[in-house]
């Protein structure tokens, strides 16, 4: 099992950046590809990006490329999400979730973080 945190949400004017970070305490979690999701008010949840276990493999939902980068760094058990050129439409809960394969279907993912809030005002 992994248990996922995630963190660096917050409120920040259009334009601005934020990078969110996705931890787990388990050593195991380089053996996990870690996707990106979030989920608006209202909304269905929408998948942002995917990271292979070593994070030389991503995968970017179309809409995603461009503004936003994914990272990782197994030797502190996080993944990494630089946001840029924020826009209030990317207001969400942001998900990271642990799989087996990089996807960009949440069925494929076993393990879940909480979320974390991103607000961006216009």
């Known amino acids: 099992q992994v248990r996922l945190v995630e963190s660096g949400g917050g409120l920040v004017q259009a334009g601005g950046s934020l990078r969110l970070s996705c931890a787990a305490s388990?050593?195991?979690?380089?053996?996990?590809?870690i996707g990106w999701f979030r989920q608006a008010p209202g909304k269905e949840r929408e998948f942002v990006v995917a990271?292979?276990?070593?994070?030389?493999?991503?995968y970017y939902a179309d809409s995603m490329k461009g503004r936003f980068t994914v990272s990782r760094d197994n030797a502190k058990n996080t993944v990494y999400l630089q946001l840029d050129s924020l826009k209030p439409e990317d207001t969400a809960l942001y998900y990271c979730a642990a799989g087996t394969v990089i996807s960009g279907m949440a069925r494929h993912y076993d393990y879940w973080g909480q979320g974390t809030q991103v607000t961006v005002s216009s």
């Open positions: 388990e050593r195991s979690f380089s053996n996990y590809a």
């Open positions: 990271i292979g276990r070593s994070g030389d493999g991503t």
